[in-house]
């Protein structure tokens, strides 16, 4: 199993046994180890959150905005780790398409997922996937259709939007606990959304209200079922798709 550990990087577990398979980066740590995914060639891509802050810091990197995050590539071959793509305003969630010819990243503080091209002719160029997202991408996963479900915390409101807009007030906030714990709050609520293998949004599922579950920050679809994790429960959703509405 592959295991992306906020502090200490990319992991292998085994049964008995947890092997560190990438703690730095040309020479850089990799501070906000987030999601990895594997290719059928075995090369492991994964998610550096940000370069200056580490898990225990994230709202000190969404309020500076600096986009320092990377999506990272490791070839168990030769150990080698590289990255492929940079200056991204918090890497978040990975995910392959269907026939591995291209790979999303989730970009939190844009509210937007980018795509690098890995195979074809336009192999190596990246572009924008999907933007304008109702909500902060954080985790994604490939559906059985081709499509890709995304949770989507609810980092937005008119106290965040006046905070983030000068760097004053974002100074301001940073040096007083108490308000980046207010911030930490907002992300009440449920939604995710699933979008099509072109970037269209297919539907979006929301519960403004969480009651049930919020702050949901992975959606797994499997066996007709939605299971979805959260950073504020200390369990698994779970709702079967029979339920949800079409659209």
């Known amino acids: 199993m592959l295991v992306c550990d906020a ?23 990799i501070r906000f180890a987030d999601a990895a995914i594997e290719a059928s060639d075995g090369t492991i891509y994964f998610s550096d959150g940000s370069a200056r802050f ?23 071959g030769t150990g080698k780790v590289s990255v492929v793509l940079d200056n991204l305003a918090f890497a978040n969630g990975v995910a392959l398409s269907r026939d591995e010819t291209f790979i999303i990243v989730c970009e939190s503080w844009r509210f937007r997922c980018s795509k690098l091209w890995l195979k074809g002719d336009k192999s190596g160029k990246a572009e924008t996937f999907i933007e304008n997202l109702p909500g902060s991408p954080d985790n994604i996963h490939l559906a059985p259709d081709g499509s890709f479900w995304i949770a989507l915390i609810q980092l937005r409101s008119p106290w965040i939007d006046l905070v983030t807009r000068w760097t004053f007030t974002k100074r301001v906030a940073s040096s007083f606990p108490a ?45 007709g079922n939605l299971f979805f994790g959260s ?17």
């Open 231 to 247: 950073l504020s429960t200390n369990f698994v959703g779970k709702i079967s798709l029979d339920k949800v509405p079409q659209v």
């Open 7 to 29: 502090y200490k990087g990319l992991l292998r577990v085994e049964e008995g046994r947890v092997t560190i398979l990438a703690s730095t980066v040309e020479g850089s740590p």
């Open 54 to 76: 580490g898990f225990d810091q994230w709202v000190l990197d969404f309020m500076e905005a600096s986009s320092t995050g990377r999506l990272l590539k490791y070839d168990q």
């Open 179 to 223: 308000l980046l714990d207010v911030l930490k709050e907002t992300g009440k609520g449920a939604m995710v959304a699933q979008v099509s293998e072109s970037g269209e949004i297919i539907r979006v599922l929301d519960d403004s209200k969480g009651k049930v579950i919020n702050f949901i920050t992975s959606v797994t679809e499997y066996d």
